[in-house]
C-alpha cells in the first residue's frame, strides 16, 4: 500500500505545503482490519500510481463506473456495490481503519464490482482517472470544516468541482451530501457558479434522497434528533 500523498516540490527542490481537505489520524488498526486488508487488498486494493487506470481490465468488463470520495468506513458504498452489480464501484479514504473495515464488509458480502485507494482523492483523480470515463463521483458527507477560517479546506471548491467535471462522462453525475446546511448552501453556491453543470433539482436547490443513496446509521439517528441532511446532484452538461 502506497503514501496516502505524494510529496510534491518546486522546481527548486523546495516541499510544497498544500492545503488539504483532511488531518491525518492514523488510529490503530484492529486485529480484523489488518486481516481484512492482507486478505482482500490484492484482489481489491489499487495502488495509486500517477497512470491512468484501465478500467476495462481492472474490472474485466466494460460498464459504468461510480466513484466515491472519502467513504469511511465504507458501509454504504459496499451497500451500493452490493445493490448495483451491473455497475463497477471505486472508493478513495485516507483513513486506513476505513479501508480496513470497507474491505472486511465488502469480503463479507462478497462483492466483486468493488476497488479501493488509500491515497488523496485529489491526486488519484487528476492522474490516474481518465476524463470523461466516470457515470457518477459521490461526496457523502465530507469533513464540515466548520470554523469560518477551516473553510479553505473544505473539499468542494471552484477548482475541486471542475477536475470533478473533467472526469465525469457528459450525462454523468455529481452527487454530494452534507448534515451541515452551512455546508450545503457552500455546495450550492459553487455548483451554481461553476460551467458544465445543470443542477437536477427542479427547485434549482437541493434534491431528495435518491434510492440508490443508502441511509445511514449516523444519518438515522440524525433524522430521529430532527436534523436535516442535504442531497444535491449535478449532471455534467458540457
Ligand atoms: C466526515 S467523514 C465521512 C465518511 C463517510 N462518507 C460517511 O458518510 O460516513 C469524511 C471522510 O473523508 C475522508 N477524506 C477527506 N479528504 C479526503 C481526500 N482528499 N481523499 C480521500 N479521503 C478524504 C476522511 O478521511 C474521512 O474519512
Avoid at 35 to 44: K, T
Avoid at 64 to 90: C, H
Wanted: hydrophobic share 40%; net charge negative; proline share 4%.
Amino acid at each position: 500500500m502506497s503514501d496516502v500523498t505524494t510529496a510534491e516540490f518546486n522546481e527548486d527542490g523546495k516541499y510544497i505545503r498544500k492545503i488539504r481537505s483532511f488531518v491525518l489520524r492514523e488510529g490503530r488498526l484492529t486485529k480484523g482490519q489488518s486481516q481484512a486488508i492482507e486478505a482482500h487488498w490484492p484482489a481489491m486494493g489499487l495502488d495509486y500510481t500517477p497512470q491512468p487506470l484501465d478500467l476495462n481490465q481492472v474490472f474485466g468488463r466494460d460498464a459504468d463506473t461510480v466513484l466515491e470520495i472519502g467513504f469511511g468506513m465504507g458501509a454504504s458504498l459496499v451497500q451500493m456495490a452490493k445493490a448495483a452489480p451491473e455497475q463497477n464501484f471505486i472508493g478513495i479514504e485516507v483513513h486506513k481503519p476505513g479501508i480496513g473495515t470497507c474491505l472486511s464488509e465488502a469480503g463479507a458480502a462478497e462483492v466483486t464490482n468493488l476497488r479501493v485507494y488509500h491515497h488523496d482523492a485529489m491526486e488519484v483523480l487528476e492522474h490516474s482517472i481518465l476524463d470523461g470515463s466516470l457515470a457518477r463521483v459521490q461526496l457523502f458527507f465530507p469533513d464540515p470544516w466548520h470554523k469560518k477560517r477551516h473553510n479553505k479546506r473544505r473539499i468542494v471548491q471552484a477548482e475541486f468541482v471542475q477536475l470533478v467535471r473533467r472526469k465525469l462522462k457528459i450525462g454523468g453525475v455529481f452527487h454530494m451530501a452534507t448534515d451541515w446546511e452551512n455546508y450545503s448552501e457552500h455546495m450550492l453556491d459553487i455548483m451554481n457558479a461553476a460551467e458544465g453543470y445543470n443542477n437536477q433539482s427542479t427547485t434549482g436547490t437541493v434534491v431528495e434522497r435518491p434510492d440508490h443513496r443508502p441511509l445511514t446509521k449516523f444519518e438515522a439517528r440524525g433524522h430521529r434528533l430532527g436534523h436535516g441532511v442535504w442531497d444535491i446532484m449535478f449532471e455534467r452538461i458540457a
